[in-house]
């Protein structure tokens, strides 16, 4: 299902991104995405994750307090682990800018 340069949506099989045609389009199953090289914002979130997304970003906030590194991947992941109906796909893609450069994207899918 997933190919390479690509993150499909598990639910409508909707093309959510495609590195290779440099397509960013969440479909209504993506709460909220988040890319590595963008420390401690999401990139989208989705109208009915707003409040999901302030209480990710509140939870990060206390985590840096707390002295503990876990970055918002991992809590997306924490929250997809601890609540049915959601998955994480994550898609890892390399270029070559100034160097190489490698960037992850995570989707936090609602599924049901
Ligand atoms: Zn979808």
């Keep these: ?4 340069n690509k993150v499909i949506c598990p639910v409508c099989e909707h093309v959510i991104t495609d590195f290779d045609e440099e ?3 969440p479909c209504e ?14 990139v ?3 109208k009915e994750a707003e409040d999901l997304e302030k209480e990710m ?3 990060y ?7 503990e590194d876990k970055t918002l991947d991992e809590l997306m992941q924490t929250y997809a ?8 796909i994550e898609l890892t893609t390399y270029g070559l800018a100034c160097g190489p450069v ?4 995570y989707h936090l899918i609602k599924t049901s």
């Design 1 to 4: 299902m997933e190919e390479d």
């Design 23 to 25: 397509i960013s389009d």
């Design 29 to 42: 199953h993506v709460m909220l995405t988040y890319v590595d090289t963008l420390n401690g914002e999401f």
């Design 44 to 46: 989208h979130s989705a």
């Design 57 to 59: 970003l509140a939870r």
């Design 61 to 67: 906030a206390h985590l840096e307090e707390t002295g």
């Design 81 to 88: 682990d601890e609540n049915e109906g959601f998955e994480v």
């Design 102 to 105: 490698s960037s992850t994207e």
